[in-house]
């Protein structure tokens, strides 16, 4: 019979191997962490980049993007001399074309035109202010309302005439007498009582500051038409009334020679500046409101009535 004493095993557990499997765990631990905070920070490194880059785009091609440049000087020959051909009836002459373009090029932009008139050079203007804005004022409703259907590009707006070229004088006698008041040079229009000025238009024509101002209509000269008295005087009460932008406006007036009266008057020879053909060019400053004189050279206003 055999002893079975010798079969037994003794296993020994050495405290190396806990501590072994131990410090793997924590390692692995401390890998796994590594790499996870590498992620982290390398997603968010990415994104930021990513903003910073649009951004960067962004503002680049905001200062790329170029602003509509003016008219070449061929084109603008090429319009003035189309326009000057024309066969229309009351159409300007070449010279009087150009001396309105050469201002219109000179302004700064964006240029605001105020054009009284809707006539054949319409689409000129439009054309030579393509920067700008521009804006017709005419006395025919229908006809304002055509020319907007047929070039929607064109803003038009029509107003009522209610003086007659036979009350001149009388009309004129009236003005002076309320110049201090009603008819005072440096006014809102929007809101005068002067029988003279022009007060139905939209309120924000009387909002504008306009550089350049081109009396060319009402049509007709006869006793019963109402002459260009109204927009005559408008265009100098807009011009002397300007709040900001420069305190210079142009103003043409276009058949002055049929109605100096009221040039004279309202716009003054001492701010006539040049004449070409039948076309006057007037140039007028901002003037302070406790001002009451339309033309600081009484002699020259008084005698051309």
Known sequence: MKNNTNNTNLILLHPYIQKQGSTNRLWLVA??????????????????????TTTAASTTATVVVPVNPPLSKPVVKALLHYASISNATGRMTHAELKMVSDVLRRCSHP????????????????????????????????????VEQ???????????YTTKVKDTKEIISTVRE????????VQNLLFTECKIGINDLPNHVYEVDWDVILVDGPR????DAPGRMQSIFTAGVL???????????????HDFTMD??????????????????????????????NCFLFCHNKTTSSSSS
Not at 220 to 223: A, H, K, L, R
Not at 261 to 288: A, P, Y
Request: aromatic letters at 12%; proline letters at 4%; charged letters at 20%.
């Open 260 to 289: 100096r009266v009221s040039s004279d008057e309202f716009l003054c020879v001492e701010n006539l500046v040049e004449t070409k053909d039948v076309l006057g060019h007037f140039v007028l400053e901002r003037m302070d409101p």
């Open 239 to 253: 011009a002397r009334s300007k709040k900001g932008g420069n305190s210079k406006t142009h103003v043409f007036v």
């Open 178 to 185: 309320q110049v201090r008041n009603e008819c005072r040079p």
């Open 150 to 160: 047929i070039h929607p590009e064109i803003e038009a707006y029509d107003v009522l």
């Open 220 to 223: 007709g000269f006869w006793p």
């Open 111 to 146: 240029c605001n035109l105020l054009v009284f008139g809707l006539t054949p050079e319409t689409l000129l203007w439009k054309a030579l202010n393509h920067n700008g804005r521009t804006v017709f004022i005419d006395e025919n409703q229908y006809y304002a309302a055509y």
């Open 31 to 52: 890998l796994v962490s590594f790499f996870t905070i590498a992620f982290v920070l390398t997603l968010v490194y990415s994104r930021e980049s990513i903003l910073a």
